[in-house]
């Protein structure tokens, strides 16, 4: 077979070749740093009525927040609870994960107030933000929503264990503290959300009584032994415990939350948490104060919260029970257009929203239809974990083209079947809009769309453009030049460090 050169072809190749191999060059003499997984700080609305809330946020792309230092102080704000969410966009087959992590602050009084530029360091970056004046407003009526309180009388006491010269002169105070571990429901259905929350109460008079003792360490434990082995779990972050005040049967106390976190079983097994302990520094108050001896003696003491076992029930039968989600959802759904010409393509949203393990939801598989193509499609995930709930919406973004004109009602072409905790029955959500396909039936373009093997998707991408026998040969020459120009790049750069 007789080869022609195609020296157009060929020279196109060769300097597409060696705009790379220039490329390359650049970055490796410029030593140009691959660029960082961006993280930015934002601010909530800086005009704002006193009984709303003022936030700062960071904000990560693809990457986990491993560590960040101390949210700003705020003067004429005191830090208040914090949540975190997470959305998921997938498009074109590429996804991007945006972590935020949000501090809710509260304004102690009307007024202007300034919010100073300020750093943060997150993940071993430092991030900065211009800061901003604050207009703190009148209050706003709005509803808002209560705090679960624990029962009460969930404490088992351990007397610590103080030592002093002059045991005499301190008093141990009688302190009001206990530990419990809250859990919205007794009983779950299998895949249902369960609120599971540690805190430490302690009455805002015997502040100066309790402090915490070796935090970290005592806190790995206790997560060890939360950790359900037959559950799906979401934790809540809190890098920072924050107390905030609440009240507990009529009395103000500081109640510090140690872990958060919404677990979603598995199987049947029932979820055992066991009874927890907590060591805390318990101070002695001197009984006679002077200016020779200490106003307080450092001792021990140790809180315990009850043992709690949370049942788990099998969903009702059903031929999908091992497959339907869990949760509690609604459909919201968009059409690009209603109307699409022969072999045109819509975009057809299928967004399922609402309070559930949103991670186990699958994109709903669309019945084949004479006529209508889907096309597998683009994922969005955005989740909210706030006040001991994850809520949030997962999207399907469906390209669904027309093959033949005729009228589609898209609900009888997909369904989404899941269970609702609440109602204890199966649901249903199906699609309400329509697609109109108009014009002539195309039957060339019919043929294109099936499959007629891998032999004939070959041809279809083959290049059928000639190629000289001699450019393989010109390629090497080129790439052996680069490499030596490579070689006396290094080999200068050698010598002007060692000198």
């Not at 404490?155 to 002093?164: A, F, L, R, Y």
């Not at 369960?194 to 100066?208: K, M, S």
């Not at 009984?287 to 788990?312: A, C, I, P």
Request: with cysteine; glycine share 6%; hydrophobic share 40%.
């Amino acid at each position: 077979m007789l080869f022609i050169p195609d020296t157009t072809h060929a020279a196109q190749w060769r300097f597409r070749f060696m705009r790379l191999l220039l490329v390359a060059l650049f970055f490796i003499v410029c030593h140009v740093p691959v660029l960082a997984q961006q993280v930015s700080i934002e601010l909530g609305k800086t005009t704002f009525p006193i009984n709303q809330y003022f936030t700062v946020s960071v904000v990560l792309e693809n990457q986990e927040l491993k560590e960040h230092s101390p949210f700003p102080d705020i003067e004429g704000f005191k830090k208040s609870s914090r949540f975190s969410s997470t959305k998921t966009i997938t498009a074109g087959g590429k996804s991007t994960v945006v972590y935020t992590l949000t501090q809710n602050y509260a304004a102690f009084e009307e007024g202007e107030f300034e919010l100073e530029p300020f750093t943060m360091r997150v993940n071993g970056q430092t991030v900065q933000s211009k800061g901003a004046v604050l207009q703190v407003q009148p209050m706003a009526v709005s509803n808002g929503q209560g705090v679960p309180l624990p029962e009460e009388g969930l404490t088992d006491e351990e007397p610590g264990e103080v030592v002093s010269d002059e045991p005499q002169e301190y008093i141990d105070m009688e302190d009001n503290a206990f530990l419990s571990l809250y859990t919205n429901k007794q009983e779950v259905f299998i895949g249902e959300g369960l609120t599971v929350a540690l805190y430490f109460y302690l009455a805002i008079e015997d502040q100066r009584l309790l402090d915490f003792y070796d935090f970290g360490n005592q806190i790995s434990t206790i997560l060890r032994q939360l950790k359900q082995p037959n559950a799906w779990e979401e934790t809540f972050e809190t890098t920072e415990i924050t107390p905030e005040e609440v009240t507990v049967g009529g009395k103000s106390f500081l109640r510090f939350k140690l872990y958060e976190a919404v677990m979603y079983p598995i199987n049947p097994e029932p979820l055992t948490f066991p009874a927890l302990s907590l060591k805390m520094i318990k101070y002695k108050v001197a009984k006679n104060l002077n200016l020779l001896s200490q106003d307080r003696l450092e001792g021990y003491k140790t809180f315990f919260s009850w043992e709690r076992v949370v049942s788990v029930k099998e969903l009702p039968p059903h031929p999908l029970r091992e497959q339907v989600p869990v949760g509690i959802y609604s459909l919201q759904e968009s059409l690009s257009q209603r109307t699409v010409p022969v072999n045109k393509s819509v975009t057809y949203q299928f967004r399922i929203v609402g309070e559930g393990n949103l991670a186990a939801i699958l994109a709903p598989e669309p019945a084949p239809v004479q006529g209508l193509e889907f096309y597998p499609p683009d994922l969005r995930q955005d989740i909210t974990r706030r006040r001991g709930r994850v809520v949030g919406a997962k999207t399907f973004a469906y390209r669904v083209i027309g093959r033949e004109p005729g009228t589609y009602p898209l609900h009888e072409t997909m369904q989404w079947i899941f269970f609702n905790p609440v109602t204890a029955a199966y649901d249903t959500l199906r699609p309400s809009v329509t697609v109109h396909v108009t014009g002539e039936r195309d039957t060339d373009a019919l043929i294109l769309s099936r499959d007629l093997g891998p032999f004939y998707k070959i041809i279809q991408n083959e290049d059928d453009t000639l190629v000289s026998l001699h450019s393989f040969e010109e390629i090497r020459r080129y790439t052996n030049i680069i490499l030596l120009v490579l070689l006396l790049v290094s080999a200068f750069v050698f010598y002007k460090k060692e000198v």
